[in-house]
Structure formats: C-alpha cells, structure tokens
C-alpha cells in the first residue's frame, strides 16, 4: 500500500470516500508517523491515539452507511492552545500544568462537528509567544527540514518557525494531514514560510477566539496550516463560524473557501508596497518576491505599485498593543483556580511565587512591559498611541484596496534558522514577523504559500493579504502561485 | 525611555511577578532596549485620530438577559489546586 501519511488532506477525503482504505487505517498510518518521529520533532506534546481511533472507529461507520460529514475520519493536528474537553491543555506553560478543561473551542467542536479526528496536541511557543518555538515548557520543536551550508549538509537543529511551529513541523513532517494553530504576529504564517506548507490568519472575527487561550485578545484569530492551498480552504471553512459566545466573531456567512481555488486571476490587481522592500531582506527573498510577481502576471494579473507608508511603525506598535494586551490576560494566571500553585505566606507571596515559577522568560518580559505601557500616566503614551497608530496603518490598507485587490509581499526577511541562533536578542527575534504583523494590526487576511527554496535548500514563502472577509481571492492567487512553484517537500526523513 | 532597577522592580511588583536581584538588573536593559526601540513611534503624528477599535464596523449584539448556564460548580473548581465544599482556598487575607 502507499504511504498513506503523504496524502494531502483532499486526496485523503477522497480516498475515503471511494473506499480506497478505512479512517482506522489512516489514523493508524499516522500514530506510527508520530510514534516514530516524536522523539526527535518533539511536535506532539500530547498524542492522544486512544481518542483518536475511537472516532475513525466512528468515522468508519459512518462512511460505511455514506453519512460522511465534511471532514469524516480525516486525522488532524491541535495545537494546545486550544481547550479541549478532557484532554490536558497547557499554552505550552509550565503554569497551566495539568490544566484539564471541562469544555471545547468552538473551532475545535466545529471541526470535531465536521468529522475529524484529533491525534493529539501540538507544541507551541509559551502563550504563542515566540517565532522560534523555543519558549515552549515542553522544549523546542525541530524542524523536519536540514539546511545545506556551501553544498554540504549540516545537521544543524533548524526552528519550524513559531508561535505554531508543533503544527508546522508536524504537517511538513507528515504526521498529520493539517493542522490548527493561531496568528497574533505572524504565527501561522511565518511557520508556513519556512516548513514549505499553507499558511492562512483569516480577518480578525472569521474565527471564534472562544475556548482559545488568550495572548493578545484584538490580534489572536485562528487559521489552519496545511499541505495545500485547497487543504487550507478545506480546513478554514470548517473551522470558522460566526459564535455567540465570543462577540467579535462577525456574522458573515461562511463561503465555500474550496470552490474558489481554481478560479484563476484572469484581470485580478495586485499591489506590490514599496515600503516592503528592506535593507536588511536577503537578495533571494528579493528575487523570490519577483518571480513570484512575474508568474502572477503569466497568469493574467495586473501589478501595481503602491505605497503603505506606515509599515515600519506596525512591528513598534504591536510591541506596545501586544505585551498591554498580554499582561491583562495573564493576570488570571493566579494559582487559585487552575494550574500551579507555589505557596508563599500570603497571598500576595503566592501569586509572586507562582508567577515567577510558572512564566518562562519570555512571556515575563512581555508581561512586565505591558504592565509598564499600561501603568498609571503611561496609557496614553503608549497603548493608545499604539492604537492610533494601527488606524493609520488599516488607513494605508483602505487606499490601497481602491487600487487593488489583493497584495503580494514576502512571507519572512530570511529562511528558517537554527535553534540558539536568535534566542539573545529579543528585537532581533521581533523582526522574524516584520512583514507578517502589519496584517494583524489591520486585522486583514493573510496566506503564506510556499514559492521556492533558499540557496541552503530551505523553504521560502510568499505573502498575500486580503481585504475583510476577502479569503476567497487569496486562496485563488495562492494557487496560482503554487501551481506556478510546486511542491516542496523534505527530501528525507532522517528521523525514522 | 531609560528603566532603572527601582523601576523594574516596582513593575514586577504591580504585575505579581517575584524577581530576583540578578533578574531585577538584566531585565533593566532588556526593558530598556525594546522601549527605546518602540520611541521611533515619536515620529508619528495622531492628531485628530481615533484608537482604533475594530476591523469592521460591526454593532454588538444584545441578547436576553437569562441565565443560560450554570450549576457546574464542580466543573468550576475541577482544576483548583486547593478547594472545599466549592469553594476555592486561599492563605488568610484578613488578620
């Protein structure tokens, strides 16, 4: 039989649906995948195989008596930022420890709804905060990709990207057919850049944040990250929905995401914002980003130049927007009502102790700037400046969609790197998600789709960003691009 | 924006955080180095604009006031490190 992990998402649905193989087979081909390859990924930080068969078991039946649903029997990553009903969740802190909730996310249940089976819970930055997937309590994530230096290999521990980089990892690694992960920053879409795989942060309320743990409430929407462009659509039209229970969830209809991938850019606009173009951008993201233009007009689009002159005060501001917001969702992380608790001699001391012992240094440091930005005098300085700030960067955006109607940019200034390689410098670390967090400020749509590898044999993607609630014409221009671009996938699987 | 250490700690102290004193000084430059990089905000003009506060102008919906849940008290306190009788547990808070 084939390799049934090396499906993608549609070929499996399909595969199912002619009887080709059962759900339990699947799920089975993967729980081997992951039992063989955690170890050394570290993408996983809770399989749950047990739950996992138990539902292709039902999937199976259902198929059988062709009552599939959308998704029926298709196994799928989870990253653990999401609540999930009886099974551990932990934001990958060491301060929710055991944290087990007794109800599920909306997009969860909507795919669960759908469906689809959880094989388990992906690692992930601490409260998604990190572009490197180094924050996480339980210890990095590594790449399935290696890097070439000057022709030779080298066996260097590259990043998969973060804050989802357990979800990256483990689509690009084949141990799921897709993921779930969340974008604040750039989180699913600079791990989609250099994995190779799709990448997509829908427009802020496309999702329900409800049963998600929070990082920075007016940023945090949830996408997939998946194989393929059609993967993608499959995967973000069941997970978003419009939710009462979390009321910036907007009641827009959901589209059939899928239907729009081969439609083609015949006549399609498409901006190319000069204030993109960095000094410190490497000569082949450049060269990327061109070709990445010429198979757009190839394919029939009109490119234009256009100017978002805010851009490089977006990364800035989300350092001021992001920690605010932070610091007020962290604060419920007491020690009294779920996860550790380090007794001190009162309570002040208890919630000192246990802070200090439950928040890694990263997610310290942003706490301890938003509480700064927030503190009395401060506010309007900072957070409501940053505020103002972000008006004029969704401003630039507004004038740019009479132009056009979708923009092309670089996913990332640079491929992955390796593990260590930024973790010194917190500002160098910021500027991995320079050209992805202007999306979030905006609240815009955005997808990274895989356009072709670095001279060191890694992946590269390019960015599009949409209007509001514009996805449709993002997955079409993202399909152009990969029809143009291919595949890519690791050549090796030097864990198993 | 320059932090000093005084600073630091009395940060750490609102935000319920212990720090030690080797901590107190690293975090002074650290905190200092990401402040100084965000003052390139300075150069922004704001005036006459609002905060913004959504992506698309969506009112919020209103829904009855009744209860739609409730009498999960033990789900509430499931997870608590300390409980009795429902009730979460604390160190004393009054003397």
């Known amino acids: 039989m084939t390799d049934l992990t090396k499906l993608t998402l549609a070929e499996a649905r399909d595969g199912l649906r002619a009887k080709s193989f059962s759900s339990v087979e699947l799920t089975e081909a993967f729980i081997a995948a992951i039992e063989a390859a955690n170890a050394h990924l570290n993408a996983f930080v809770l399989p749950t195989p047990d739950r996992a068969l138990a539902q292709a078991r039902e999937s199976d039946k259902r198929l059988a008596a062709n009552e599939a649903r959308p998704l029926e029997g298709l196994p799928l990553g989870h990253k653990d930022l999401f609540c999930t009903n009886g099974v551990r969740s932990t934001a990958c802190s060491r301060i929710l420890g055991d944290f087990t909730p007794t109800y599920e996310s909306t997009v969860g249940q909507n795919l669960w709804d759908a469906g689809a089976i959880m094989l388990g819970k992906l690692n992930c930055d601490e409260f998604a905060m990190g572009s490197s997937n180094e924050t996480s309590c339980f210890g990095p994530v590594v790449s399935p990709w290696r890097r070439t230096r000057d022709g030779n290999a080298d066996n260097a521990k590259l990043v998969p990207g973060g804050s989802s980089g357990g979800s990256s990892a483990a689509v690009s690694a084949d141990l799921c057919l897709a993921a779930t992960a969340t974008d604040t920053g750039g989180s699913i879409r600079q791990p989609a850049a250099i994995t190779g795989t799709v990448g997509i942060k829908p427009t802020y309320g496309r999702c329900s944040r409800w049963g998600i743990v929070a990082f920075a409430s007016s940023l945090d929407q949830a996408g997939p990250i998946a194989k393929t462009v059609r993967d993608s659509a499959i995967m973000l039209r069941h997970m978003a929905s419009h939710d009462p229970k979390d009321s910036t969830s907007v009641d827009v209809p959901v589209p059939d995401y899928e239907a729009a991938v081969s439609q083609g850019v015949k006549g399609l606009r498409v901006g190319i914002p000069r204030e993109y173009r960095l000094d410190g951008m490497s000569a082949e993201a450049e060269a990327l980003w061109q070709q990445g233009i010429a198979w757009l007009k190839a394919a029939g689009a009109t490119i234009h130049d256009i100017s978002l002159p805010h851009t490089k005060y977006a990364l800035p501001a989300y350092y001021i927007v992001a920690p605010a917001e932070c610091s007020s969702n962290l604060a419920r992380y007491d020690g009294v009502r779920y996860g550790l608790r380090v007794p001190g001699d009162d309570l002040v001391s208890t919630y000192e102790n246990t802070r200090a012992a439950g928040f890694g240094k990263e997610v310290r440091r942003r706490v301890l700037i938003g509480t700064y930005v927030l503190s009395a005098g401060y506010y309007d300085a900072y957070y409501l400046k940053a505020q103002k700030v972000r008006t004029l960067i969704k401003r630039d955006f507004d004038e740019a969609w009479g132009k056009v109607d979708t923009i092309l940019t670089p996913t990332t200034p640079s491929p992955a790197f390796a593990q260590g390689e930024k973790a010194g410098d917190p500002v160098a670390m910021y500027l991995e998600d320079i050209f992805t967090v202007t999306v979030n400020m905006a609240g815009l749509p955005g997808i990274s789709v895989p356009a072709g590898l670095s001279s060191e044999g890694t992946p590269l993607g390019l960015q599009l960003i949409g209007k509001p609630f514009d996805e449709p014409t993002l997955f079409r221009t993202a399909q152009v691009i990969e029809d143009a671009a291919g595949h890519f996938r690791v050549s090796r699987r030097w864990w198993a | ?95």
Do not use: C, Y
């Open chain 2, 1 to 95: 924006m320059q932090v000093d250490e005084a600073t630091v700690k009395r940060i750490a102290r609102l935000a319920r955080i212990r720090i030690t004193e080797e901590e107190a000084r690293s975090l002074e430059t650290e905190l200092s180095g990401i402040l100084a990089w965000v003052e390139q905000l300075d150069e922004v003009d704001v005036t006459g604009v609002e905060p913004m506060t959504r992506v698309v102008p969506i009112k919020l919906k209103m829904r009855d006031d009744i209860v739609t849940d409730g009498e999960i008290a033990d789900q509430v306190t499931e997870n608590a490190p300390m409980t009795t009788e429902h009730f979460f547990v604390v160190p004393k808070v009054v003397e």
